[in-house]
């Protein structure tokens, strides 16, 4: 499916198909959104790129279409894997091994290995990696792919899972030129129940091991198995299937998106998404669960615009205050990642830093004292306060004022730490605060926010980062390998972005970035958006250009610059700047 909407006209819509706007502080974007997407329309179907549901909504689209057993819909679902699976390795002469759970995934596999022998493949053999269930659709398609001339092995006992899958590998390659693909139809989204200890789980934790030995492409039926299809963190950490390829039904699961994901679930193909009036269905479960996935390639009509006649005070005037004493460098990052986004007049305040290297690098940028923040709060259109702020006494003060005068704030890092104290002491708490309050926590951060572990945060972190919004009556940024913006009410999944990001400075940049839309007069949940997805494609580009390993914050400066103005084709020049 097409994911760009770039010279879609936002426009109002009352289509019935896309949900009804939210009424926070994200609803004039999700309004535009939608007006979007419904001009971006492919074989009259609309884009559904931007649905991303949990298991439990899974189960509610399930409902929809199931049969009395389930096996007329597991049987559409395997035939449409088998397709993909067909187009990614047509070779007939492919070795298939499917390794089989005892639940319904284990049924698509079998479809899928029946539809491979009906469409010639010649080696294609199951793996029963444990018992299977009784009384299920995956019986019948079990029966089903016997019935075909179907094999599987083994016929007995499941306990010497790794010789096992040495000799049936050894097996299938014999004579054959491509080497084996591995179908992944263990565990599926049916398996979040299930935990070390438990008899099945350990013979499928075994399977998941030698699986990821072997070397050999894997593809996974719905979720890579072992994999929290709500979270996409590991039941077990580290050992979860990692797939070349994920094959999932319906929409994406956040579990395919959220936490270590990445790491395991290769290159995500939705099938089945064109079931009649699917798109009905989940777009109105998708208004429910108020819930976006998307990436730079969504947001075209929201970059921004500037008039011809513009000046530098129109372009937005942003006050950042950091840099302490050995943090400079934050402060600096952020300001001129602030000057690539666009922001006409910038002023940084260091709280006790020095200021002679931003005036050497970017003489553009401004830099002020902490005894004038009255004067440049009431001068700025948006402030930002953290970037290497620290946690001294005095830092502590000019947080504190910058929080009761701005008008606009975007907090970042220690900046996060002195609003978690000031909401521990109401004395110290200012009488007013901003109208627009943007945080950017990174998991550790939103822990502290919300009085969680960090593994807490990273089990749940939707549900944290809609806390954290509510809480502190913002829109929270959490940033991860994928990163959630919420008002509290409607969240977006934004998952681009580069491995070669964990470097530092890679925050303060996003907050100059998100500060500097900000400032130039952005709605404040369409600035955080467009901020997080320039932000995270900037490294993308980065790194296909370069590389991962040696990534710095400043390099995705030149890339910002050109993705703000709409320019995403020309990462070349980019590197060469």
């Known amino acids: 499916m097409n994911n760009s909407s770039s010279g879609a006209i936002c426009s109002a819509s009352n289509n019935n198909a896309y949900p009804p706007a939210s009424q926070g502080p994200a609803s004039s974007f999700i309004r535009r959104f939608f007006a979007a997407r419904e001009t971006d329309v492919i074989d009259n ?187 996409g963190m590991p039941l077990i950490p580290g050992l979860a299937v990692r797939a070349s390829y994920t094959l999932t039904v319906f929409t994406r699961k956040t579990g395919l998106l ?38 730079y390639h969504d947001l075209g009509c929201f970059l921004p615009v500037r008039a011809r006649s513009a000046h530098k005070g129109d372009a937005g005037r942003i006050l950042l205050v950091g840099g302490s004493l050995g943090m400079e460098g934050a402060l600096i990052t952020a300001g001129r990642a602030a000057l690539r986004t666009g922001a006409g007049l910038i002023r940084t305040v260091f709280a006790g830093g020095d200021r002679s290297a931003l005036n050497a690098l970017n003489p553009e940028i401004m830099t002020g004292f902490p005894e004038n923040i009255p004067k440049d709060l009431a001068w700025c259109d948006a402030a930002v306060a953290g970037p290497g702020l620290g946690r001294s006494a005095r830092s502590g003060g000019l947080f504190r004022e910058i929080y009761g005068k701005a008008r606009k704030l975007l907090v970042d890092a220690d900046g996060l730490y002195w609003l978690l104290r000031l909401s521990e002491n109401p004395a110290l708490m200012p009488r007013s605060r901003p109208e627009t309050l943007i945080l950017t926590p990174h998991a550790g951060e939103a822990a502290l926010l919300s009085g969680k572990t960090t593994a807490q945060v990273l089990a749940d972190p939707l549900g944290t980062a809609r806390e954290i919004s509510r809480k502190y009556g913002a829109i929270t940024v959490l940033k991860s390998a994928a990163t959630l913006v919420s008002d509290g009410e409607f969240t977006v999944i934004l998952s681009t972005g580069s491995r070669g990001m964990a470097s530092g400075g890679m925050g303060d940049l996003l907050s100059g970035v998100i500060g500097a839309l900000l400032a130039g007069g952005m709605d404040p949940f369409q600035a955080a958006v467009l901020g997080v997805a320039a932000h995270g494609e900037a490294g993308r ?26 320019r995403a084709g020309v990462q070349e020049n980019a590197r060469k700047n």
């Open 45 to 231: 179907n609309i884009n559904l790129s931007d649905i991303v549901f949990n298991v439990a909504a899974t189960r509610e689209i399930e409902k929809i279409y199931l049969d009395a057993d389930g096996f007329a819909l597991m049987e559409q679902a395997g035939a449409a894997m088998a397709g993909e699976l067909i187009s990614l390795y047509p070779s007939r002469d492919t070795p298939m091994a499917i390794f089989a759970g005892n639940g319904n995934n284990g049924g698509d596999g079998y479809i899928v290995a029946r539809e491979l022998l009906k469409s010639g493949y010649s080696r294609v053999l199951v793996l029963q990696a444990v018992p299977q269930k009784p009384g299920i659709a995956a019986v019948r398609a079990r029966e089903s792919y016997l019935a075909s001339g179907g094999v599987t092995k083994p016929e007995g006992d499941t306990d010497l899972i790794p010789d096992l899958i040495s000799s049936i590998l050894t097996e299938l390659a014999s004579g054959a030129s491509p080497s084996p693909v591995i179908v992944d139809a263990l565990t599926g989204i049916g398996f979040l129940k299930s935990r070390p200890g438990d008899p099945v789980f350990e013979k499928i934790a075994a399977a998941v091991r030698e699986i990821n030995r072997t070397g050999c492409p894997v593809i996974s039926l719905d979720v890579p198995s072992l994999l929290n299809s709500d979270t």
């Open 541 to 566: 580009l980065s790194e296909e250009a370069d590389g991962a390993l040696g990534m710095a914050a400043g390099d995705l400066l030149p890339f910002i610059r050109r993705l703000i103005n709409g």
């Open 258 to 295: 959220l936490g270590q994901a990445g790491d395991y679930a290769g290159q995500v193909i939705t099938v089945l998404n064109d079931l009649p009036r699917f798109n009905y269905h989940a777009r109105m479960l998708q208004a429910r669960e108020k819930l976006l996935a998307l990436n």
